[in-house]
Structures are given as structure tokens and as C-alpha cells.
């Protein structure tokens, strides 16, 4: 197993020690397993919680800061979070605003983020919840009931996050959750199988030459298995998957997303497909992110995002962030 580790069993706890010491501005409880903003609680604010499995960073805790989440709860690799981190960074944030939970749908994170929600209000502390489902590929999954939650995470943490920080009371902010998963689809696309530390070998197997479409992120199954493709094939296929479910009308913002392995000089060629494909389908793009952002470990492979916006959803998209991996305007 060639990993830059110690032991499998340490991998979480290892990874948030060195987060601690690169980002001072964040308080990183490594028994805990709960990254928070050094200035939390901000009075007035309403807080965001985010969290999940580890494996997929920088998501979560790499946006914890200002302009989006106040706290991230990182699990065991591929593994959700247990309610007694959430409700930990629940009460460490809040300022009596209120709390949203930002939640991906896969099923441990969603019972758990329930149980943490019932826990936090016996705590008299409010909370609000979104669960994101925006990965178009299949309907149902090995860790899901439902559409899986993926790169639209990302939209939905930045813009709840910018109307938190401009003062919205918690039920403005998770309308506006809602509302940004609601324009969001995604579909993934995977080149390589991933290994997790604790099995040291890859968790399905994908022949060379092959690649998988709608893969989830944890190397769950998509649509279907193929040779391999050019990466404008592959976009006319992936753009063409999400642009049939979300039938935009409006300017889109494009989350071109790599799933941990893939080098940014493949991914700004197969963002040079993306935009393409949308320009030919008359789709107008007023934003693209392009980078890993929402990974699954050493998986290669990349997904696209798109999120129709209105005026004010590219407002709060365009507002200062200031986060270990996502940082402009400030």
C-alpha cells in the first residue's frame, strides 16, 4: 500500500493535527473530531455545520471560515460523522441565532444529522436543515436512499454562508439552501477505482482501458461502464446528463470538479469541453470553479456542477470567502 501515512487507524486524526498547524484561524478539536472558526460564535449570525466522511476534502472542513461554514464535522474515512460531534460544533457556534445543518444525502449522515438536530433542541439551541441531492446518474445507491449529494454542497455552503454573513435570519438562509439545490444537478465520472487506507487496495474493480459512468463518491456504481473516452466525450456526455434533468433557463454557475487524482491540466481541458458543450446548448455560464474541491481520496476522475442562478444567487456566490481551499473578495 503506498499511501503517505502512518497506520490506517490514524489517517483522521493525523490529517487534523496538520490542518490545526497550518490554519491557525481555525480551532481544530482533534479528539473530537470538530473544526470550528477561531471567532465563533459571531453574535448575531446565524451559524452553518456541515460535515461527513473523510476522504472527500477539502469538503468540509476545508470551507470552514468566514463567508461559509462556521464548523465542519469530519467522520472516519467514507463514514459519517456521530451526532455528538454535530451537536458539539452546534453549540460551539451558535449565537443564538440559530444553526443549519448541511447535510449530503447519504443515509448514516442524514439519521445522524437528525439525532444531532433533536439533541441540539433539547440544548435550546435552534436548528434549521438542508439535505443536498443534486447527483443526477442514478436515483438510488449503495449509501443512499435517494439522489446522492456531491459537488452541489459546495454551491449551496458558499451561498448560505454569504447570507449568514450578511446578517439573514435562519429561515431566510435555509430557503436560500434549498433553493441552490434545488438548480443544482451533477455528474461524476471516474477513471480509476479509489483505495481507501483501511482496505489498501481499490474498492471496485475498473479494468484498464475503462471508465465508469455516474460514479458516486464513494466509488459507488453509475449508469453504465465504458471504454475509454476523449475528454469531449465524455463532456457531451456528463453536460448532457445534468442539462436533461436541470432544463436551465438562465445563467449557470459550473463547478468543474476533480475526484482527488486528476491534475489541473487535465481538468481545465475537460472544463474547455464543458464550456463548449453548454455554449453549443446555448446554456450561458456567468461563473466556473475549476479544481478538486469534492474528492474521493486517490479516485481519478472528474464531475460537473451546474447551478442556475438569478441575481441574487451570483450576488452571494461573488461575496468575500475567506477558507483554507476556497478564498476571494477579502
Known amino acids: 500500500m503506498e499511501m503517505l501515512i502512518n497506520v490506517p487507524e490514524t489517517v483522521v ?33 446565524v451559524a452553518l455545520v456541515s460535515g461527513g466522511g473523510s476522504g472527500h476534502e477539502p469538503l468540509h472542513a476545508g470551507f470552514v471560515g468566514p463567508g461559509m461554514l462556521s464548523a465542519a464535522c469530519p467522520g472516519e474515512v467514507f463514514t459519517s460523522p456521530v451526532p455528538d460531534q454535530m451537536v458539539r460544533a452546534a453549540a460551539a457556534v451558535d449565537s443564538g441565532a440559530g444553526v443549519l445543518f448541511v447535510v449530503k444525502n447519504y443515509t448514516g449522515d442524514v439519521l445522524n444529522f437528525e439525532m444531532a438536530a433533536e439533541l441540539a433542541d433539547d440544548e435550546g439551541i435552534q436548528v434549521a436543515q438542508v439535505v443536498v441531492d443534486d447527483d443526477v446518474a442514478v436515483s438510488d445507491s449503495t449509501f443512499t436512499a435517494g439522489r446522492r449529494g456531491t459537488g452541489a454542497t459546495l454551491f449551496v455552503e458558499k451561498i448560505a454562508g454569504a447570507a449568514a454573513d450578511e446578517g439573514a435570519p435562519l429561515e431566510r438562509v435555509a430557503s436560500l439552501a434549498r433553493q441552490v439545490n434545488g438548480s443544482s444537478r451533477s455528474f461524476g465520472v471516474a477513471l480509476s477505482a479509489v483505495t481507501t487506507p483501511a482496505k489498501g487496495s481499490p474498492t ?3 479494468p484498464t482501458g475503462e471508465l465508469e459512468l455516474g460514479i458516486g463518491i464513494h466509488g459507488e456504481p453509475g449508469r453504465e461502464r465504458r471504454p475509454m473516452m476523449t475528454s469531449g466525450e465524455i463532456a457531451d456526455f456528463a453536460v448532457h446528463a445534468v442539462l436533461e434533468d436541470l432544463r436551465p433557463t438562465g445563467p449557470v454557475l459550473a463547478l468543474v470538479n476533480g475526484m482527488g487524482a486528476t491534475p489541473l491540466l487535465e481538468l481545465y481541458g475537460f472544463n474547455a469541453e464543458v464550456q463548449r458543450v453548454l455554449s453549443e ?40 470567502v475567506e477558507t483554507p481551499a476556497l478564498r476571494w473578495g477579502r
Open 13 to 45: 486524526a493525523d490529517a487534523l493535527r496538520g490542518m490545526a498547524a497550518a490554519h491557525p484561524e481555525l480551532t481544530v478539536d482533534v479528539e473530537n473530531r470538530v473544526v470550528v472558526r477561531r471567532d465563533a460564535p459571531v453574535a448575531g449570525k
Open 204 to 206: 471496485f474493480d475498473l
Open 281 to 320: 446548448r446555448g446554456v450561458p455560464v456567468t461563473r466556473t470553479l475549476v479544481g478538486n474541491y469534492v474528492t474521493s481520496l486517490d479516485m481519478a476522475g472528474c464531475s460537473v456542477t451546474l447551478c442556475q442562478v438569478d441575481e441574487e444567487l451570483l450576488r452571494l456566490w461573488d461575496a468575500p
